[in-house]
């Protein structure tokens, strides 16, 4: 069989798939390599969930953060959970070398910082072609996709089983820790990038009373590139509306908009 990349976002599904694949194999695979590429802006609970997963089951995963080498080519960084970065050190540097923030319609955050990041690793553990176990569900199979990203065959051990949102949810409430992050409808909603545009407007707008100094990094990203992550919408001006709020314009269901639009998965 080829070489395996397993993917931990930080995320319980993908927390879910790894002890799946541990459970099916008797533990880790010689021929398998977990990674977990920090963007800088997860949250703190995240890089603490993924430090607990390798020290509670005993399972090395390799920390990594995209950098930018001498030369001005991407590279990689190894890191561990004391070293990584916290405040949005490797995103910095992705859009001070391309001039341009990403978006939904180029979300070439994921593209770099998650995907080619952990790619760049494996080939320089001299890996030619691999499969990339990602954890996606057998509920959302819209977002599981064949599709070749440079070097590596992706592959849903999740969907292939049958696993739903619920299992997950059984499985970390039966579990003697979790991710800290707070669930709605099954979902954590602050998981992944704390002010991910790709969240809905809903989740940033409680984001924004919830964590408003978490936003900075997002408004000074804005005003250095003079760009918007969201055509739309002025982060800045977005964070100081919210905060001028009443209690319960959060709790009306259709003044923010709810759509969600995706994840990162790398």
Known sequence: MNNLQISLSGGRTSGYMLHHILEQNGGL???????????????????????????????????????????????????????????????DRLISKYGRLPSARIRFCTGILKIDTGQKYLKSLGWK????????????????????????????????AGKTIQDVADF??????????????????????????????ATLAMMAREHPELAQWWIDAE??????????????????????????IFDEQDYFCQADRGECTG
């Open 223 to 248: 005003k250095r590139t003079g760009k918007r992550f969201e055509r739309r919408r002025d982060m800045s001006a977005f964070v100081d509306f919210v905060a001028k709020q009443q209690d319960w």
């Open 129 to 160: 072609h691999w499969h990339n176990a990602i954890g996606i569900r057998a509920d959302e199979l819209r977002r599981a996709t064949h599709k070749v990203e440079g070097r590596a065959t992706p592959i849903y051990p999740l969907v292939e």
């Open 29 to 91: 695979p010689s021929n398998a390599v977990v990674c977990f590429q920090n963007t800088g802006r997860e949250m703190p609970q995240t890089l603490d969930f993924v430090n607990e997963i390798s020290h509670r089951w005993n399972v090395p995963i390799v920390w990594l953060e995209y950098d930018v080498s001498d030369d001005n080519k991407n590279t990689f960084e190894i890191v561990n959970h004391n070293s990584a970065s916290r405040n949005g050190e490797p995103f």
């Open 172 to 201: 970390w409430a039966a579990h003697p820790f979790d991710l800290n992050l707070p669930i709605v409808n099954g979902k954590t909603i602050k998981g992944n990038c704390d002010f991910c545009f790709l969240k809905s407007e």
